[in-house]
């Protein structure tokens, strides 16, 4: 029977049995609900409120569950007597609490469906509530706002009025003082209305004053006058293009057609081409006769000067000009412009003089109104009626005319003044461009007649060059006998000194004397050159053995006529390890012979190089900072090619640096000069790429000079050359170790890094993280040599020749 009351039996068919014993709270809430004893808040914990519990008071489901264990506990007794009888009433028994079971259960899932749909109803009566609490909660939020900004509009109110009424007594200060000075003033207006006639006239006479000044000072030019006159010097005595320069650019034409096709032709129709020639220039010389006495009566110097005058005046006054496009019209546009203004300050002027004149003669009828020594005519009507309207109009006047002065002075920036001074400036450049051409080719006209003045009767020849070259040939001839004698004198068993001495001066003679002839063919094929250049371009072609093609190919720089055996030579074994190096004498100056050994493709290749070089110096003007090529020759009895180039004393930066270092300003000044070169041969398109301390000059320690490189070397073979280091620093640039080809940005890498061994000579340097560039992060070095290496000592972007010139480290340098 305890265990009856404590457990529910729960039959084996029973779908959810193990629910009905763990869900106990759903069935006091539904009992709960049912009988109302939830919290009237609607706490959805609350729990039921503890109920008195009797004995007889036992649920009909606890009771039907004793009363079932007391049928069990009666059938277990009975089944002991005797099991036959009680096996069918068990089962029956089974049956009916099954049956009751499973009614229980449907009775309990009845409830708990109802419990749902309350909690449900409670959630969402709950969600409502939260819903109408946010709602409440934005709401106080609102009204929050709304009182700041209340309290925020009061504290503006209560500032406007404090504002308002200290506005309010400051009025009240501002009418009081006021009107004391209103009473203060009141003595002083009786007083001037005393004095209003005094007063009055003094002001008209202060007015009459100033259009006198105005007027005196109008007499000077003003702008549109100082504009008008420069449109009118601009428009006349204009010099226009001659009438003889169309003839003579037809001319000039023709002929230079003419001498096209004689430096095209190779030799056949040579001679009908040369008359054709001369005929055409008979005609250009006729040209230019007539051009030139043109010219000659025309005033272009006065005019130019004129020019210049005026422009100069006009520039003043206006300032720069526009050089947009102005229309034909700015001439005419001005002109009415000024003369309507004219007109406008002539009218008001005698309006003015109108007034002041029917002033005077009212100031007239009053002096003699007022005689009373006399009698007069005049009455009291005629002085007191107009004199108010005569003053107002006077005044009026001259204030109309000093206005229209003052217009007229501050006018000039109108478009239309500003398009005629852009028209004239225009005009006036077109004409000074125009006079400058006719100057231009009277002197060149006037030239061309004077070199062909003396060709008038005859033509240019190579005569004397060839009695040069003649005489050239003698010598040499001489010069090798005299050498072969005086080898035999030295070489016989008995030496005659004296005679030795007297053989070796006769060569010396000689050899001067070819020196001198040589000299006299390179200044005749110099002469020559410049005809061939200028009005004889046939005479290559009429003296093919003169070889004159070769002399202006080179810019005079091969000569033929030399050789190595007509030279004393001494050789300079200290300095021959990679060519032969020669000193000797030419021309009484001591020079170096560079010898290269060269086939036949690769001398004309190192002749075209050396020329490049050559002509990079001998076309710049200012100071080229190379070191100059004497002559080229090539060898007769070798196959050398030979460079001489002038011999310096002073030794190249390796030999100097050993034996007396530079100091920190001649650093500066030899290598602004090395910088110089640079900026020559970059300006050719030239890349020097062997720039080392054995190829660079210093001359008295006060001069830096580019020597030349190997013409028989391309750049990239001379970049890569073992003589590019110094110490154990690599003077080739970064790109060119990885690969790429050499370019004027890398020799002034090279550059940079001469400039940091000359400054740390000893020092062994290291590279950066990069491993291309040389570290100097923990040198010691002057603020603007440090600027300059830290834009030459880059991988890329370094600066040009000119713009390390300009740079701070050099200003100053050399000068």
């Given at each position: 029977m305890k265990f009856a009351r404590l457990s529910l039996p729960v039959g084996r068919d029973s779908p959810q049995p193990s629910r009905i014993l763990q869900d106990p709270s759903a069935l006091w809430s539904h009992r709960m609900v049912e009988r109302g004893d939830i919290d009237?808040?609607?706490?959805?914990?609350?729990?039921?409120?503890?109920?008195?519990?009797?004995?007889?008071?036992?649920?009909?489901?606890?009771?039907?569950?004793?009363?079932?264990?007391?049928?069990?506990?009666?059938?277990?007794?009975?089944?002991?007597?005797?099991?036959?009888?009680?096996?069918?009433?068990?089962?029956?028994?089974?049956?009916?609490?099954?049956?009751?079971?499973?009614?229980?259960?449907?009775?309990?899932?009845?409830?708990?469906?109802?419990?749902?749909?309350?909690?449900?109803?409670?959630?969402?009566?709950?969600?409502?509530?939260?819903?109408?609490?946010?709602?409440?909660?934005?709401?106080?939020?609102?009204?929050?706002?709304?009182?700041?900004?209340?309290?925020?509009?009061?504290?503006?109110?209560?500032?406007?009025?404090?504002?308002?009424?200290?506005?309010?007594?400051?009025?009240?200060?501002?009418?009081?003082?006021?009107?004391?000075?209103?009473?203060?003033?009141?003595?002083?207006?009786?007083?001037?209305?005393?004095?209003?006639?005094?007063?009055?006239?003094?002001?008209?006479?202060?007015?009459?004053?100033?259009?006198?000044?105005?007027?005196?000072?109008?007499?000077?030019?003003?702008?549109?006058?100082?504009?008008?006159?420069?449109?009118?010097?601009?428009?006349?005595?204009?010099?226009?293009?001659?009438?003889?320069?169309?003839?003579?650019?037809?001319?000039?034409?023709?002929?230079?057609?003419?001498?096209?096709?004689?430096?095209?032709?190779?030799?056949?129709?040579?001679?009908?081409?040369?008359?054709?020639?001369?005929?055409?220039?008979?005609?250009?010389?006729?040209?230019?006769?007539?051009?030139?006495?043109?010219?000659?009566?025309?005033?272009?110097?006065?005019?130019?000067?004129?020019?210049?005058?005026?422009?100069?005046?006009?520039?003043?006054?206006?300032?720069?000009?526009?050089?947009?496009?102005?229309?034909?019209?700015?001439?005419?546009?001005?002109?009415?412009?000024?003369?309507?203004?004219?007109?406008?300050?002539?009218?008001?002027?005698?309006?003015?003089?109108?007034?002041?004149?029917?002033?005077?003669?009212?100031?007239?009828?009053?002096?003699?109104?007022?005689?009373?020594?006399?009698?007069?005519?005049?009455?009291?009507?005629?002085?007191?009626?107009?004199?108010?309207?005569?003053?107002?109009?006077?005044?009026?006047?001259?204030?109309?005319?000093?206005?229209?002065?003052?217009?007229?002075?501050?006018?000039?920036?109108?478009?239309?003044?500003?398009?005629?001074?852009?028209?004239?400036?225009?005009?006036?450049?077109?004409?000074?461009?125009?006079?400058?051409?006719?100057?231009?080719?009277?002197?060149?006209?006037?030239?061309?007649?004077?070199?062909?003045?003396?060709?008038?009767?005859?033509?240019?020849?190579?005569?004397?060059?060839?009695?040069?070259?003649?005489?050239?040939?003698?010598?040499?001839?001489?010069?090798?006998?005299?050498?072969?004698?005086?080898?035999?004198?030295?070489?016989?068993?008995?030496?005659?000194?004296?005679?030795?001495?007297?053989?070796?001066?006769?060569?010396?003679e000689t050899r001067n004397a070819l020196f001198l002839e040589i000299s006299l063919e390179k200044e005749e094929y110099r002469k020559l050159s410049v005809l061939a250049k200028g009005a004889f371009p046939e005479l290559p072609l009429l003296y093919p053995e003169a070889d004159i093609h070769s002399f202006m190919a080179s810019e005079g720089l091969l000569v033929k006529s030399l050789d190595r055996d007509v030279f004393d030579c001494e050789p300079m074994r200290e300095l021959s390890g990679r060519r032969p190096l020669l000193c000797t004498e030419f021309q009484g100056q001591r020079v170096v012979l560079k010898g290269y050994s060269v086939d036949e493709e690769g001398e004309a290749r190192m002749l075209e190089r050396a020329t490049e070089y050559h002509r990079a110096r001998l076309f710049t003007e200012e100071q080229t900072g190379l070191l100059p090529l004497v002559a080229v020759f090539l060898g007769k009895s070798d196959p050398l090619a030979y460079v001489m180039v002038p011999y310096f004393t002073g030794g190249t930066l390796k030999v100097v640096q050993k034996s007396s270092p530079l100091t920190a300003s001649e650093v500066v000044v030899v290598m602004r000069g090395v910088a110089q070169g640079l900026r020559t041969l970059h300006a050719f398109g030239i890349t020097h790429g062997s720039l080392h301390p054995s190829n660079v000059f210093v001359l008295n320690r006060e001069q830096g000079i580019v020597g030349d490189f190997d013409f028989t070397k391309t750049a990239e073979q001379r970049a890569i050359d073992s003589s590019m280091a110094v110490g154990s620093l690599s003077l080739v640039a970064p790109e060119v170790r990885q690969g790429k080809s050499p370019t004027q940005s890398c020799d002034l890498y090279t550059f940079g890094c001469l400039l940091l061994w000359l400054h740390f000579p000893e020092l062994v340097f290291m590279l950066k993280t990069d491993g291309l560039t040389p570290d100097t992060g923990e040198l010691t070095l002057d603020p603007k040599l440090s600027g300059l290496l830290s834009k030459l000592l880059v991988c890329s972007k370094r600066l040009t020749a000119p713009e390390v010139l300009s740079d701070d480290y050099f200003l100053g340098a050399g000068d």
């Amino acid at each position: 029977m305890k265990f009856a009351r404590l457990s529910l039996p729960v039959g084996r068919d029973s779908p959810q049995p193990s629910r009905i014993l763990q869900d106990p709270s759903a069935l006091w809430s539904h009992r709960m609900v049912e009988r109302g004893d939830i919290d009237p808040v609607g706490s959805l914990g609350a729990m039921p409120k503890l109920r008195p519990a009797f004995p007889e008071q036992k649920p009909q489901a606890l009771k039907r569950n004793a009363a079932a264990s007391d049928h069990r506990g009666s059938v277990c007794i009975r089944r002991e007597k005797g099991t036959t009888t009680a096996l069918q009433p068990a089962n029956l028994l089974r049956k009916k609490m099954d049956q009751e079971l499973v009614e229980e259960n449907e009775r309990l899932k009845a409830e708990m469906s109802s419990q749902q749909q309350s909690s449900l109803l409670l959630e969402k009566e709950l969600k409502d509530m939260r819903t109408e609490l946010q709602r409440m909660k934005m709401g106080a939020v609102k009204e929050t706002k709304e009182a700041e900004r209340l309290k925020e509009e009061r504290n503006t109110l209560r500032l406007n009025t404090d504002n308002l009424e200290s506005q309010l007594k400051e009025a009240r200060l501002a009418l009081q003082s006021l009107q004391q000075e209103v009473q203060n003033n009141a003595g002083e207006v009786e007083r001037r209305l005393e004095a209003a006639v005094g007063d009055k006239l003094g002001k008209l006479a202060e007015k009459v004053d100033s259009v006198r000044r105005v007027r005196e000072s109008s007499r000077s030019s003003t702008v549109g006058d100082t504009l008008l006159q420069a449109i009118t010097i601009v428009l006349n005595n204009g010099i226009s293009i001659p009438v003889a320069m169309e003839k003579l650019e037809v001319a000039w034409k023709e002929y230079s057609h003419a001498q096209e096709m004689l430096k095209a032709c190779q030799t056949d129709g040579l001679v009908e081409l040369i008359d054709h020639r001369n005929e055409v220039r008979a005609v250009l010389v006729g040209a230019v006769d007539d051009y030139i006495q043109e010219v000659d009566g025309l005033l272009i110097s006065e005019r130019m000067d004129a020019l210049e005058h005026v422009g100069a005046s006009l520039t003043a006054v206006f300032g720069a000009f526009s050089e947009e496009d102005i229309g034909e019209q700015a001439f005419e546009q001005f002109s009415e412009w000024k003369s309507r203004k004219q007109q406008e300050s002539q009218s008001v002027r005698e309006r003015t003089d109108e007034a002041l004149l029917s002033l005077c003669s009212w100031f007239g009828n009053m002096g003699k109104f007022f005689s009373l020594s006399s009698k007069t005519s005049v009455c009291l009507s005629d002085i007191t009626a107009e004199v108010d309207a005569l003053l107002k109009r006077a005044e009026l006047d001259m204030g109309k005319e000093l206005e229209v002065s003052q217009t007229e002075q501050e006018d000039q920036g109108v478009q239309i003044v500003s398009s005629a001074f852009n028209r004239v400036m225009k005009q006036i450049q077109q004409e000074q461009g125009l006079l400058c051409s006719i100057r231009e080719k009277y002197l060149l006209n006037i030239q061309f007649k004077e070199e062909i003045q003396q060709w008038q009767h005859s033509s240019p020849n190579a005569d004397k060059l060839f009695l040069i070259k003649k005489r050239i040939k003698s010598l040499r001839s001489q010069l090798r006998w005299r050498l072969v004698e005086e080898g035999s004198l030295e070489e016989a068993e008995e030496q005659d000194l004296t005679e030795i001495v007297k053989k070796k001066e006769e060569i010396a003679e000689t050899r001067n004397a070819l020196f001198l002839e040589i000299s006299l063919e390179k200044e005749e094929y110099r002469k020559l050159s410049v005809l061939a250049k200028g009005a004889f371009p046939e005479l290559p072609l009429l003296y093919p053995e003169a070889d004159i093609h070769s002399f202006m190919a080179s810019e005079g720089l091969l000569v033929k006529s030399l050789d190595r055996d007509v030279f004393d030579c001494e050789p300079m074994r200290e300095l021959s390890g990679r060519r032969p190096l020669l000193c000797t004498e030419f021309q009484g100056q001591r020079v170096v012979l560079k010898g290269y050994s060269v086939d036949e493709e690769g001398e004309a290749r190192m002749l075209e190089r050396a020329t490049e070089y050559h002509r990079a110096r001998l076309f710049t003007e200012e100071q080229t900072g190379l070191l100059p090529l004497v002559a080229v020759f090539l060898g007769k009895s070798d196959p050398l090619a030979y460079v001489m180039v002038p011999y310096f004393t002073g030794g190249t930066l390796k030999v100097v640096q050993k034996s007396s270092p530079l100091t920190a300003s001649e650093v500066v000044v030899v290598m602004r000069g090395v910088a110089q070169g640079l900026r020559t041969l970059h300006a050719f398109g030239i890349t020097h790429g062997s720039l080392h301390p054995s190829n660079v000059f210093v001359l008295n320690r006060e001069q830096g000079i580019v020597g030349d490189f190997d013409f028989t070397k391309t750049a990239e073979q001379r970049a890569i050359d073992s003589s590019m280091a110094v110490g154990s620093l690599s003077l080739v640039a970064p790109e060119v170790r990885q690969g790429k080809s050499p370019t004027q940005s890398c020799d002034l890498y090279t550059f940079g890094c001469l400039l940091l061994w000359l400054h740390f000579p000893e020092l062994v340097f290291m590279l950066k993280t990069d491993g291309l560039t040389p570290d100097t992060g923990e040198l010691t070095l002057d603020p603007k040599l440090s600027g300059l290496l830290s834009k030459l000592l880059v991988c890329s972007k370094r600066l040009t020749a000119p713009e390390v010139l300009s740079d701070d480290y050099f200003l100053g340098a050399g000068d």
